[in-house]
């Protein structure tokens, strides 16, 4: 299996930055941070046509938390600084399968 070191996150935003949401790049998840730092160029440009506000972001993943991340966060600032960040959040979920409650039950007939 192969590690992911970095994801691409890519905002496009309204020219008074009132309204910005995510963009799919060619390529949002990368080996090596690097990787994603030599690809953003490249995709901002393959973007900016039909997104002439854009804004991108590297964020470095970390392979022990590689599949536990569940949250990005993100914001453009007034001065056109994109922020953004990945977490683990702190809520624990379970789950499982409904019990067959017909094989819990006990068949009298099957104790003669």
Same mark, same amino acid.
């Given at each position: 299996?192969?590690?992911?070191?970095?994801?691409? *996150?890519?905002? @496009?935003?309204?020219?008074?930055?009132?309204?910005?949401? $995510?963009?799919? %790049?060619?390529?949002? *998840?990368?080996?090596?941070? $690097?990787?994603?730092?030599?690809?953003?160029? $490249?995709?901002?440009? @393959?973007?900016?046509?039909?997104? %002439?506000? /854009?804004?991108?972001?590297? /964020?470095? =993943?970390? %392979?022990? *938390?590689?599949?536990?991340?569940?949250?990005?966060?993100?914001?453009? *600032?007034?001065?056109?600084? /994109? $922020?953004?960040?990945?977490? =683990?959040?702190?809520?624990?979920?379970? @789950?499982?399968?409904?019990?067959?409650?017909?094989? /819990?039950?006990?068949? %009298?007939?099957?104790?003669?």
């Amino acid at each position: 299996m192969e590690h992911i070191a970095a994801l691409l *996150l890519v905002v @496009s935003c309204t020219q008074n930055l009132s309204d910005c949401r $995510e963009v799919a %790049p060619p390529t949002a *998840l990368f080996e090596v941070f $690097e990787g994603c730092q030599s690809a953003m160029p $490249e995709a901002l440009r @393959s973007l900016s046509p039909q997104h %002439p506000h /854009l804004f991108a972001k590297c /964020l470095e =993943v970390d %392979p022990a *938390l590689e599949d536990d991340y569940d949250q990005l966060t993100w914001h453009v *600032l007034p001065n056109g600084t /994109l $922020e953004a960040k990945l977490s =683990v959040s702190n809520v624990m979920t379970a @789950s499982g399968t409904a019990t067959d409650e017909r094989r /819990l039950a006990i068949d %009298p007939a099957a104790m003669k």
